[in-house]
């Protein structure tokens, strides 16, 4: 598996997050809403991509994935690949 | 700084005589200050971002000891929440981020001298000052209704009381029932509000076993949000029972008489068991004291910060501001604070400044597990915050769909609550 070659920004990441932690909790807990801390980055890469390319079914979070670049995405997935859910 | 402070106070005459010994270069240098007025959704995360990386010196000022949301509360009216849910503490904000939680009221802001008064009497400099209190009801614009009225026919649009008051009342319903329900004119929070508070008054009719009880909605608006939606979900959970007019229905609502508890339109008179009266809305009090809001009530910002328009040393947040595409909402005003910490953190603390983006999502719930959404992206653009794509639940979805969104729904109360609160 491995990391993504170009490991992503953690401090773009982080700000980023921002956006992300307003339903997705950093703690992991996993009520109604999915936890995404401590995902292999390769993982966190491939199902944004499917939310952007509209593969996977949810609106909002095709709205969210849809306006994110490569290296934002990559930049999250570096960020919340390193958060240690409680 | 935290454990020199305490070692200074409990540590006894060694630990004193040592801080006199190092006379106090972190002390000296004063850490910037930011004074965050309202500790709502928007108030509260923006006091949490500006603070948690520390370097800033982050008060809160808000007179209340714990906060009720305002969202959900159509949750608890419907039966689907408990009031207690509803309700946190500023604890954590106070013990894990160092945030000064100043329990008063802000009775002025110097702007000059960037200062604020509290009721208490004690004034407090501050170097950005950000200024999230919400909306206060306009009494007025419904004759025959002020605030001493609300006692008896509550908006509850503010939580809190106002609730309660409104549940008690909904709770002691009779079959047979007239609810009315005068919807406010735009722009105020919660546009889906009114609407999903239908819903969840009807839900309760209905497991009631009400056959005859209507809720009739006078309108000042020809539509509102998420109508095709809710239209549909009335017209399959509760056949009969809304009855919704527009103006052109009721010809304009006259006034309302609460202690004959009548209401009377161009075209009609009606003699109601409930009525909510949700008024027009405007900026919290202070906000317009201070010159900070426009003729229309709200405030104007800069849609690239969240700065006010007429003073550059101060924020709006939330539903004071007047934030362009995106509606009155505590997740809006969630958005908007976390635009606002990172300007704030990069004027005071060199923190990195990204280009401002905002996101939002209202969920809506009409009869169990039956919730819909609407919601979208935004950014500074043509000089406001413009929607840049937005997504809306359709009529006629499964019920699987409906179900998840509202898994959705519960999942986003407890990830905003602990964004905010913890």
Same mark, same amino acid.
């Given at each position: 598996m491995g990391r993504a070659p170009a490991a992503g920004d953690k401090a773009l990441g982080e700000y980023l997050s921002s956006e992300c932690v307003t339903c997705h909790q950093l703690s992991g807990a996993n009520v109604g809403i999915p936890p995404i801390v401590g995902w292999p980055d390769d993982s966190f890469i491939e199902i944004m991509n499917e939310y952007r390319y509209r593969k996977r079914n949810n609106s909002i979070m095709q709205t969210i994935a849809g306006r994110f670049s490569n290296d934002e995405i990559a930049a999250l997935a570096a960020y919340f690949g390193s958060v240690k859910g409680r | 700084m935290n454990s020199t402070t305490r070692r200074y106070f409990i540590g006894g005459a060694g630990a004193a005589a040592a801080v006199i010994a190092f006379p106090m270069p972190a002390f000296a240098q004063a850490k910037p200050k930011v004074i965050v007025i309202g500790g709502g959704p928007g108030g509260s995360t923006v006091a949490k971002y500006v603070a948690k990386d520390g370097g800033i010196d982050v008060t809160l000022v808000e007179p209340l000891r714990q906060f009720t949301t305002c969202f959900h509360s159509n949750l608890y009216l419907g039966g689907f929440?408990?009031?207690?849910?509803l309700t946190h503490s500023y604890d954590k904000l106070v013990k894990n981020y160092g945030i000064k939680h100043a329990?008063?009221?802000?009775?002025?802001?110097?702007r000059d001298k960037k200062t604020v008064r509290l009721a208490n009497g004690t004034t407090v400099p501050y170097d950005r000052l950000v200024v999230a209190p919400g909306i206060d009801i306009?009494?007025?614009?419904? &004759?025959?209704?002020s605030e001493a009225v609300s006692n008896k026919? &509550?908006?509850?649009?503010?939580?809190?009381p106002q609730t309660q008051l409104l549940v008690r009342q909904l709770n002691a319903l009779k079959d047979g029932s007239l609810i009315v329900m005068i919807a406010p004119p735009?722009?105020?929070?919660?546009?889906p509000g009114p609407y999903e508070r239908v819903s969840m008054m009807a839900h309760v009719l209905k497991a009631k076993g009400h056959k005859k009880s209507k809720i009739v909605v006078l309108d000042p608006k020809p539509n509102f949000s998420k109508q095709g939606l809710f239209v549909e979900g009335w017209e399959k959970?509760? &056949?009969?029972?809304v009855e919704w007019q527009d103006p052109k229905m009721h010809g304009g609502i006259n006034s309302v008489d609460a202690k004959t508890m009548t209401v009377k339109t161009d075209l009609a008179e009606y003699k109601a068991a409930l009525i909510n009266v949700i008024p027009a809305q405007m900026a919290g009090k202070i906000a317009r004291d201070v010159g900070l809001a426009n003729q229309t009530g709200f405030c104007a910002i800069?849609?690239?910060?969240?700065?006010?328009s007429v003073d550059g040393n101060i924020y709006i947040l939330g539903?004071?501001?007047?934030?362009?595409?995106? &509606?009155?909402?505590a997740f809006s005003a969630n958005s908007q604070a976390k635009v606002a910490a990172m300007m704030i953190r990069g004027e005071l603390a060199n923190g990195k400044i990204f280009p401002a983006r905002y996101t939002n999502t209202c969920w809506s719930l009409i009869e169990t597990d039956d919730t819909v959404k609407v919601g979208g992206r935004y950014e500074a653009k043509d000089g406001k915050i413009t929607a840049v794509e937005t997504f809306i639940s359709k009529t006629g979805e499964s019920a699987d769909l409906r179900k998840q969104t509202q898994g959705e729904n519960m999942g986003w109360y407890s990830g905003i609550i602990a964004d905010i609160f913890t």
């Open positions: - | 929440r408990s009031f207690q849910s329990r008063a009221m802000a009775s002025a802001i110097d306009k009494f007025d614009s419904v &004759p025959g209704y026919l &509550p908006h509850a649009w503010k939580p809190g735009n722009p105020y929070r919660c546009p959970h509760y &056949p009969g029972m800069n849609p690239e910060n969240m700065k006010s539903d004071a501001s007047i934030a362009g595409d995106m &509606p009155k909402s």
